[in-house]
């Protein structure tokens, strides 16, 4: 079963400290922050990742829908909590995903757990996303440095495309 990840907005925002100092001076730029390291994330795991925002507070919202490159990012409606939306999301994905819930709220994660979902906490997913973070890079520094030894990168252009003739004739 595919893996989808999905994760309370406002929760991990409120969680990491970077995203948190952050949205202290501006909330969209640390909803962007946030959606840019999952994004990572998900190209890296191949994981599906829905993240969900509370809007119950904003008088006359209605639910909206939008997409982060391959995220899918959800603004609940009025008197709709990120919570419950989870909680209704997790039920009716339930049989078709591998759910995992990103929450550091205790009582959240227990109702998912008894759902059937699994949980991380977002201190676990904020490691498990510099970690991947990380590895990407790592990945391409690797790269860039295995391109810069090339025999091309080594010898002179004249030398190289003699010997590459030479080779075309054996």
Not at 8 to 19: T, V
Not at 38 to 45: I, V
Not at 58 to 80: C, D, L, P, Q, R
């Amino acid at each position: 079963m595919t893996r989808c990840l999905i994760v309370d907005g406002y929760n991990i925002i409120n969680s990491w400290p970077e995203l948190k100092a952050l949205g202290r001076s501006n909330l969209e730029h640390s909803r962007d922050k946030l959606l840019q390291l999952l994004e990572d994330y998900r190209a890296y795991k191949g994981t599906r990742v829905i993240v969900v925002f509370d809007a119950h507070m904003v008088k006359g919202s209605m639910e909206k829908h939008e997409s982060y490159f391959s995220i899918e990012v959800v603004f609940t409606k009025e008197n709709e909590t990120a919570d419950s939306y989870i909680e209704r999301l997790s039920d009716e994905m339930g049989r078709m995903y591998d759910i995992i819930v990103a929450t550091s709220d205790w009582l959240e994660q227990q109702v998912v757990l008894g759902r059937g979902a699994a949980r991380i906490s977002a201190r676990e997913l904020h490691y498990e996303v510099m970690k991947a973070k990380k590895a990407m890079n790592d990945k391409y520094k690797l790269r860039k440095s295995v391109e810069k030894h090339t025999i091309e990168n080594r010898i002179n252009e004249d030398i190289y495309k003699k010997l590459d003739k030479i080779r075309r004739k054996h």
